[in-house]
């Protein structure tokens, strides 16, 4: 069996990553970026960093904002339109997973136009051209968007989460600067880094997992466990660690997949607009538990990554315990919630249940599952 591995063409990492965004610009004769972020990013002057140096260097640019935390199929259609408008020849996507995300898909469509309704692109689409070149700039440190070859787009109208998978979309650089992070509130800080901590996680458990992705997941999964709440309460280190952190895991689960945690987390989103993250955090143990018997000797690697001591002297049983209780302290220790109570309604549970099943995450899932296993997992939880 051959396997593939996409990465980024090139990525710059650290403190003032995003000097070098016009010296790349330039050398890659482009003449004018088309720049996503969201309409937060921009108020609260974080979009204005890279403006800044676009400026500084003479480089045009034109802004799009439009953009929504969970961004629709509406969102990218506006933001074709006004991509074709601008006479832009790239784009630089500043934010999380909405403002990288939107930008995939417009890139995509920029050069795919046959799939402009959108909702074609959902799962493995067949496009045939690589997206319009993106810049990705990531002021989160979860999403790794940055440094994935997929995006998730909301179908409004069916209150469902598309999850659209394409080599041609992943960004040719991306300009990993914790100073780009340093205004995330803590809540957000939390949420992000527990969706970056799932990646590792379930990226490492997934059915496609391999030698090479599990190198990087293992290390994602140290580098999340000793730093988030460090990035929590906002230290420099804190930050740059989680940076990092969050990068190293896209790395892997952009190449091999995911599971059942996110296909519950996606519809979550869709239908009450929960924060991908927050909903990530409070499925991820119970789920952990659900899997464990499909997971061989794993959980003890993720209890040695977690910084729990003495696993090699352990059972099965208490190293996977272990595991799970790790996680579930990480999360507490952030500020996430324990449960879906204030979220989920009772009576959406089928079709909860119904969409996380349909979500093209599952298959990857290490144990095999039913609605009716999704939906008692979603029961389990309120």
Known sequence: MAYRFVLNETSCHGAGAIDAIPEEAKGRGFQKAFVCSDPDLVKFGVTKKVLDRLEGAGLPYELYSEIKPNPTIENVQTGVKAYQASGADYIIAIGGGSSMDTAKAVGIIINNPEFADVRS????????NKSVPIFAVPTTAGTAAEVTINYVITDAEKN??????????IPVIAFVDPDMMSSMPKGLTA??????????IEGYITMGAWELSDMFHLKAIEIIARSLRAAVENTPEGRADMALGQYVAGMGFSNVGLGIVHSMAHPLGALYDTPHGVANAIILPTVMEYNAPATGEKYREIARAMGVAGVDQMTQEEYRKAAIDAVKKLSEDVGIPADLKEIVKREDIPFLAQSAYDDACRPGNPKETSVEDIAKLYESLI
């Open 121 to 128: 692109l959902e799962g493995v689409a067949p496009t045939k």
């Open 160 to 169: 469902r989460k598309m999850v659209c998978v394409d080599p041609k979309d």
């Open 191 to 200: 949420a992000t880094g527990m969706d970056a901590l799932t990646h590792a």
